[in-house]
């Protein structure tokens, strides 16, 4: 998958200098989660994989099952020192790299900095030209990014296997249940080794409140045996609508 995207994105790159639009055109480049490997991945999921491998000690005849065996064993992901993988609320599944290539207008640079995906569509709008109108969760990260000066971070919730987070820069609340709470740090504890719930306790009631007032809609993922008997592969010619074209008919919640 390395090797497609970096072919595809160098097509692109030679189509934007062909045609003179490298200089106009910005590249934003993002992973969607944390990486799955097995020390770390969802426990079930694992269980699965592992099972699969030693019942049929190498490829499983159904595809499927085959696709879940070797990206679950064999993904090659590697999140560094962070905690956890792929669908925990933890900083190694929640935690991404991103690259953004602007020649001309971008200068190599690191930005530590908290943004989050929320923040994509404001800080896009906002380099078009057409401002944020609408109601956004996120905002626009441009002036961080291109060193003009620091922007606050918005809250951000992620829901992940294990429980919510709620990110309020630098403080994360990790709700793992009804009534267990971790709290951290990231500013000074980025890999989530020192649980401070304990020691500030009206901050974990504050953040816990303003998590459960983040409105919830309804699940847009597929039932489980509907992905396991008719999954969506990469590659190959497409043999249904694009989830986006059938979600958008879907009445919307509330917000």
């Known amino acids: ?4 995207f970096d072919r595809a994105l160098g097509q692109l790159v030679a189509t934007l200098k062909a045609e003179g639009l490298e200089d106009n055109t910005l590249l934003w480049f993002m992973s969607d989660n944390g990486g799955l490997i ?5 426990r079930p999921l694992v269980g699965l994989a592992k099972l699969l491998d030693a019942l049929f000690d190498g490829p499983v005849p159904q595809r499927t099952l085959e696709f879940i065996r070797v990206n679950t064993l064999e993904g090659g992901s ?53 401002g944020a109108s609408g109601s956004f969760d996120g905002v626009n990260q441009w002036p961080a990014l291109a060193k003009q000066g620091e922007v606050a971070p918005a809250d951000y919730l992620v829901l992940g296997q294990d429980g919510e ?12 249940g009804e009534e267990t709470f971790e709290l ?20 974990v009631r504050a953040l816990d409140a303003a998590r459960q007032r983040v409105p919830r809609a309804d699940s847009i993922h597929l039932p489980l045996g509907q992905v396991l008997s008719d999954m969506d592969f990469f590659g190959g010619a497409e043999d249904r609508p694009p989830w986006a074209e059938q979600m958008k008919d879907r009445p919307r919640d509330s917000r």
């Open 1 to 4: 998958m390395v090797s497609e």
């Open 38 to 42: 097995p020390e770390l991945g969802p």
């Open 78 to 130: 590697d999140n560094g020192r962070l905690r956890e993988g792929k669908g925990s609320i933890y900083e190694g599944g929640v935690r991404v790299p991103s690259l953004l290539y602007w020649p001309g207008t971008l200068s190599p640079s690191t930005h530590e900095g908290f943004i989050s995906v929320q923040d994509v569509t404001p800080t896009l709008l906002s380099l078009a030209g057409l």
């Open 165 to 176: 987070a709620f990110y309020r820069w630098p403080w994360k609340l990790l709700a793992l």
């Open 184 to 203: 951290y740090d990231l500013q000074n504890d980025p890999l989530e080794r020192t649980d401070l719930a304990g020691v500030h306790p009206e901050r």
